[in-house]
């Protein structure tokens, strides 16, 4: 019979367990290892690569819309790095904060006189223009016509 009745396991036993499991690795898990080493690797300089493009692409966005604003460069430093790179989101900042750096955003362009005429004609034209309403009542009309001078009445507009 055994003096161990309590069923505990031995420390011994496990120390030699685990130790024993990394040396009776088959080629195929030492091959795996290997190559999730590399895959991690690649992982990793393909995210430092994309966040430096990432940051570049950025810079480059700042860079032109504080041009096309006729702002220095050298705002983009105060600007923070939470802000979307987007021309929407800088210009916004930029009308909120720009005062601070002697910006005053441009007021919106205004319509040109040449346009307002333009628009005027044609709404002149499309005053007396048929809606699609009125259009299939006329053809009810022409439809239930019993003469021809009616008819031509019609489509006259009489």
Do not use: C, H
Request: charged share 35%; glycine share 4%; no cysteine.
């Amino acid at each position: 019979m055994s003096e161990n009745r309590d069923n505990y396991w031995a420390d011994e036993d496990e120390d030699e367990e685990t130790t024993n499991v990394y040396e009776s690795d088959t080629d195929l898990v030492k091959k795996l290892r290997k190559a999730l080493k590399v895959e991690q690797r690649k992982n990793k300089e393909l995210e430092t690569s994309y966040s430096e493009i990432t940051k570049a692409q950025k810079e480059r966005i700042l860079k032109d819309v504080l041009a096309s604003k006729g702002v220095s460069p050298k705002i983009a430093q105060f600007i923070p790095a939470d802000i979307e790179a987007s021309e929407d989101a800088i210009s916004a900042w930029l009308d909120n904060n720009g005062d601070v750096f002697g910006y005053t955003p441009s007021d919106k362009s205004k319509v040109n006189q040449e346009d307002i005429s333009s628009m005027k004609k044609m709404d002149a034209v499309l005053t007396g223009a048929e809606t699609p309403i009125s259009s299939d009542d006329l053809q009810n009309r022409i439809a239930n016509a019993e003469s021809e001078d009616e008819i031509i009445s019609i489509l006259s507009g009489q």
